[in-house]
């Protein structure tokens, strides 16, 4: 059963310190986005990774996050330093060109900065 | 940009009906567009695909139309049952150039009475 695997599911942090979600794509995927979803703002794009190299991250805050793709089977998106206005669940999405461009979305890491 | 709105943003329907669920886009150019299921606290889920070639889109009791000319989309319920209930959120992905990016609409929740 191939899915978009995300972890944590949940994290509670205290406002500075570091965060790092993990994302493994579905095999062979080779597009991985990174969303985030909030009630005011529903959900907004923050990274696009294509066979690995990122694409479009202008939706990303430069001076606190970043996204990378150590691997084809491992996407990061890490917070340093982590507010409270992070607070939020954070989606990954994969999928393939060669798909019909169908995209699947992982279970989402919900994020607490208190 | 590409802008996509979803009307109405609740819907609350006793259960048998028939339903229609609307989207509406203001960049026609589009690659394709998707219907999401979203129930409380957890991810998206894939329903209908329709290719920016495709006028419509068949799953079961779901129908999903797409007219691009017009820059919308719908999509039909037929005979909703409380495990319908969800939100639902339509996202067009666009074709331009190298870089290509899902745009969500706020969605629609869907509240089925038995």
């Known amino acids: 059963d191939a899915r978009v695997t995300q972890t944590p599911r949940h994290k509670v942090t205290e406002m500075g310190q570091e965060v790092t979600m993990r994302c493994q794509p579905i095999?062979?995927?080779?597009?991985v986005f990174w969303y985030r979803q909030t009630m005011m703002q529903g959900l907004e794009l923050l990274a696009y990774?294509?066979?690995?190299?990122?694409?479009?991250d202008s939706g990303m805050p430069k001076d606190r996050f970043s996204a990378e793709m150590p691997d084809a089977t491992l996407a990061t998106l890490k917070i340093q330093p982590s507010e409270p206005r992070d607070s939020a669940v954070y989606f990954c999405?994969?999928?393939?060109?060669?798909?019909?461009?169908?995209?699947?979305f992982g279970e989402g890491s919900r994020l607490t900065v208190l | 940009k590409q802008e996509v709105t979803q009307i109405p943003a609740a819907l609350s329907v006793p259960e048998g009906e028939n339903l229609v669920l609307n989207c509406s886009f203001t960049?026609?150019?589009?690659?394709?567009l998707q219907w999401f299921r979203q129930d409380p606290g957890k991810g998206l889920t894939s329903l209908l695909l329709?290719?920016?070639?495709?006028r419509e889109q068949t799953s079961g009791r779901l129908n999903a139309s797409l007219d691009k000319s017009s820059g919308r989309s719908t999509l039909y319920i037929a005979a909703s049952q409380p495990g319908d209930s969800a939100t639902y959120l339509c996202?067009?992905?666009?074709?331009?150039?190298?870089?290509?990016?899902?745009?969500f609409g706020s969605g629609t929740q869907l509240t089925v009475l038995p």
């Open positions: 999405a994969s999928g393939s060109q060669r798909n019909t461009g169908e995209l699947f």
């Open positions: 095999l062979g995927h080779n597009t």
């Open positions: 990774f294509r066979n690995r190299a990122p694409l479009d």
């Open positions: 960049d026609s150019a589009i690659y394709n």
């Open positions: 329709i290719q920016s070639s495709q």
């Open positions: 996202a067009v992905l666009l074709s331009s150039g190298s870089a290509r990016q899902l745009t």
